[in-house]
């Protein structure tokens, strides 16, 4: 405080500077936890990175990838980028998808033996289809996810369904709206 020699000390204007202070640091701090915010949600808005091939804007088929290149496959593990779940669910590019057209047997939670096998033999063919060479992934009606944010696609090549497929190999039932027992 500047205070001249003789003046009584001004609690009003201590306590104004005082509040001043504080205000500044509040607007400081509000401003920062803004921006972070913002930064956060800006993240949030691009992260994965957009694919338009993904987006569910006009509804028309999409190919996801030119001819000269696909991406390669695996099961998945503890990262999760491009590789398979299970015989109807695989992430690509960071973006999780549910193969709409089918349903395969379940394998982190089987409720059979049978169940668990004939799941991980779809898991692995699906590795193989997907790696077999480019391929599309199309939109299915007018939902684009599922209620656990799962992308809904069905995967083609040459204008068949890879879903398809694994139902004519007796690995996976077509879709019927609703899981059945494999059991």
């Known amino acids: 405080m500047n205070e001249t020699p ?12 005082q509040k001043r202070r504080k205000l500044r640091k509040e607007i400081a701090l509000g401003l920062g936890a803004f921006a972070i915010v913002f930064a956060g949600g800006m993240l949030a808005l691009n992260w994965p990175v957009h694919d338009a ?10 190919a996801l990838f030119q001819q000269a290149s696909s991406p390669q496959f695996n099961i998945c593990g503890s990262i999760r980028r491009t590789c ?4 109807d669910t695989l992430w690509l590019d960071g973006v999780k998808i549910r193969i709409a057209d089918i349903d395969t ?8 033996d ?4 004939l799941g991980m033999r779809a898991t692995h063919r699906l590795v193989e289809l997907l790696n077999d060479g480019p391929f599309e ?24 369904s890879l879903g398809d497929q694994l ?17």
């Open 6 to 17: 003789g003046e009584p000390f001004d609690f009003r204007k201590a306590l104004k500077t």
């Open 53 to 62: 091939s993904l987006a569910n804007d006009d509804q028309q088929p999409q």
């Open 84 to 87: 398979v779940v299970d015989g």
């Open 105 to 112: 047997p379940e394998i982190s939670e089987p409720r059979c």
């Open 114 to 117: 049978y169940e668990y096998q």
């Open 137 to 160: 992934l199309r939109t299915i009606g007018s939902r684009d996810e599922d209620q656990y944010g799962r992308k809904l696609r069905v995967v083609t090549r040459g204008g068949r």
């Open 167 to 183: 139902v004519s190999e007796g690995l996976a039932r077509t879709w019927t709206g609703r899981r059945e027992p494999w059991c």
